[in-house]
């Protein structure tokens, strides 16, 4: 298993990734989760930003033949009442399959925190939602603690 900074040529596998997870999440809220039309082609453009940013740690994971999982970490503006010091949001991080999470995601999670901490980055925040099990326990693996919980509902 070789980490390795996400190339453009491994974006599909990436949106490929994230529009699987997208169909799970609509089962979940099919409301807050609901695929949009078009959703991996404005992934694309959105993320082939995020790869010239130099400010941002985008990693993937293969195993020679194809990508296993990858972690997207940027840099976030803390608001000014709190005196938390540069902090970075990892929303974007998923893994080609749920058993890999102990693994792949776990290796993922290390090299990513190494990384922000080289970048002079002091804490950062893992989004994930509460039915990702093997997700939350590698998070929980890694020392991370959970403090924040988000409703959803109609209005």
């Known amino acids: 298993m070789q980490i390795r900074d996400c190339a453009p ?7 490929n990734m ?19 039309a078009g959703s991996a082609e ?12 130099d400010d ?9 033949d194809r990508i296993l999982g990858f972690l997207l970490a940027t840099p976030i503006r803390v608001p000014p009442v709190y005196d938390a010091g540069p902090t970075a949001m990892i929303d974007d991080f998923e893994v080609a399959a749920p058993e890999l999470w102990p693994t792949v995601g776990a ?12 970048r002079g980055i002091v804490q950062f925040m893992c989004i994930s939602v509460q039915r990702d099990s093997g997700k939350l326990q590698m998070l929980a693996d890694a020392g991370l603690s959970q403090h924040v919980a988000i409703f959803n509902g109609p209005t």
């Not at 040529?9 to 949106?15: E, G, N, R, S, T």
């Not at 941002?56 to 020679?64: A, E, I």
């Not at 290796?107 to 901490?117: E, I």
């Open 56 to 64: 941002n740690v985008f990693l993937v994971t293969d195993d020679g």
């Open 9 to 15: 040529a491994d974006l599909p596998a990436v949106i």
């Open 107 to 118: 290796a993922l999670m290390t090299a990513a925190r190494q990384r922000l901490a080289q």
């Open 18 to 36: 994230l529009e699987r997870k997208r169909d799970l999440l609509a089962t979940f809220e099919p409301r807050l989760w609901k695929r949009a």
């Open 42 to 53: 404005s992934t694309h453009s959105y993320l082939s930003g995020l790869l010239t940013a």
